[in-house]
C-alpha cells in the first residue's frame, strides 16, 4: 500500500474515531511528514485525498481543520470506513495473512445467490487468518467471482485484496451489506484466533458491491470478541 493511502487512512481513523474532533485543527504537513517519515509530497496527497472526501478544510494562514460534519456527512463517513478492510484500517500497523485455502472452486448454492452468479460459476475460494501486529484478529471465508475480479495472486491474500482490487484492477468498492451475529467459536476458530475454547465472537456475513452495482465479495468474517465493534449511526427523519 502506498505511504499517502496510509497516511490519508490513519488521519481518516482519527476522526471517526472522535480523535480529531469538529473544528480541530489537524498537525501541519511539516510535522506529519517528521511522524510519518515521509515527503513533503507524499503528506500533501494524503491530505487532498481527505479535502476531496469532505473530512477536513483548508484555511488559507491558519492550517488544516476537521471539517464540522453533518449526520448525513458522518453516517456517509462511519459507513464507508466500515468497509476499507482490516489493512486501511490499521494503517500504520503491520497487517499480514495466514492463508489456510487458496483454491478455485465452482460457486455453490448459497454462495451464488449472494453474488446473483450462475451456479457452477467459478470463483475464488480464500480462507484466511487476519493478525495485526503478530496477533490474530480475525478470520475471513471470502468468494470472490474469477471473471470479476481476475487474477488474483497469493500475495495479494497475504495483503489488502481490497487494496489490489481498486489499485491494481482500477475498480472501485462502493458499498456493503453486513449482518452481524455473536456465537460461541469453534474449537478450530478458538485456536486460530487465541481464544479460551467456548469463548464468544462475533459473525459478519458481508456481500460487497462495486459501483457497477456488481457484486464482487460473499463473505464470512470470523471476529475476537475483544478486537471487533461496529459503528452505527441512527437518525431521525
Do not use: W
Amino acid at each position: 500500500m502506498q505511504k499517502y493511502v496510509v497516511i490519508s487512512n490513519d488521519i481518516r481513523n482519527k476522526i471517526v474515531n472522535g480523535e480529531f474532533v469538529a473544528n480541530q485543527q489537524i498537525p501541519f504537513e511539516k510535522d506529519m511528514c517528521i511522524h510519518y517519515n515521509a515527503s513533503k509530497m507524499t503528506v500533501k496527497k494524503a491530505v487532498d485525498i481527505l479535502v476531496a472526501e469532505g473530512l477536513i478544510i483548508k484555511r488559507r494562514g491558519s492550517g488544516t481543520f476537521v471539517k464540522d460534519l453533518n449526520l448525513e456527512e458522518i453516517e456517509r463517513v462511519t459507513m464507508a470506513n466500515q468497509f476499507r478492510g482490516t489493512t486501511a484500517l490499521n494503517a500504520g500497523k503491520k497487517v499480514h495473512s495466514k492463508i489456510l485455502n487458496f483454491s478455485i472452486v465452482k460457486v455453490q448454492e448459497d454462495a451464488a445467490k449472494k453474488l446473483n452468479i450462475s451456479l457452477g460459476s467459478f470463483v475464488y475460494d480464500i480462507y484466511r487468518v487476519r493478525y495485526v501486529e503478530d496477533e490474530p484478529t480475525v478470520m475471513e471465508k471470502i468468494y470472490m467471482p474469477i471473471d470479476l475480479i481476475p487474477n488474483i495472486k497469493e500475495k495479494n491474500i497475504n495483503g489488502s485484496i481490497y487494496d489490489y482490487i481498486e489499485k491494481d484492477l482500477h475498480l472501485k468498492i462502493q458499498s456493503a451489506h453486513r449482518t452481524v451475529s455473536v456465537r460461541k467459536a469453534t474449537d478450530f476458530e478458538a485456536d486460530e484466533l487465541g481464544l479460551e475454547k467456548g469463548d464468544p465472537v462475533a459473525v459478519a456475513e458481508q456481500v460487497g458491491y462495486l459501483d457497477t452495482g456488481h457484486a464482487f465479495e460473499f463473505s464470512t468474517s470470523v471476529h475476537r470478541y475483544d478486537k471487533f465493534a461496529v459503528e452505527i449511526v441512527l437518525t431521525r427523519n
